[in-house]
């Protein structure tokens, strides 16, 4: 069992920042894949990005690429998402995800576990 809890959410204007973190704890040996998905209102949860624990490479939806970072901290169990030139369209309840791989990454019918979520709300 992996525990996910996320934080860093907030209030912010359109063009500014925020770091979103997921600390995960439990069963946390670093072999699983990592993911942030969202949700806005009266929408289906969709795919951010993604990154292994282990590993580099990274994938983004078209949508935030060139804005958002996906990282993590292997010696504290954290996941983050660096978000910058943040628009009123990235309002939504951002998930961070935890799967063992074998299925689409961009899925989060793949995602076995995942935290309770953290609110962005950007203001135009």
């Known amino acids: 069992q992996v525990q996910l809890v996320e934080s860093g959410g907030g209030l912010v204007q359109a063009g500014g920042s925020l770091r979103l973190s997921c600390a995960a704890s439990g069963r946390t040996d670093n072999s699983y894949f990592m993911a942030w998905f969202r949700q806005a209102p009266g929408k289906e949860r969709e795919f951010v990005a993604f990154?292994?624990?282990?590993?580099?490479?990274?994938y983004y939806a078209d949508s935030v690429k060139g804005r958002f970072t996906i990282s993590t901290d292997n010696a504290k169990n954290t996941l983050y998402l660096q978000m910058n030139s943040l628009k009123p369209e990235d309002t939504a309840v951002y998930y961070c995800?935890?799967?063992?791989?074998?299925?689409?990454?961009?899925?989060?019918?793949?995602?076995?576990?995942w935290g309770q979520g953290t609110q962005v709300t950007v203001s135009s």
């Open positions: 990154k292994a624990w282990r590993g580099s490479q990274t």
């Open positions: 995800a935890a799967y063992g791989g074998g299925a689409p990454y961009y899925s989060d019918s793949s995602y076995n576990y």
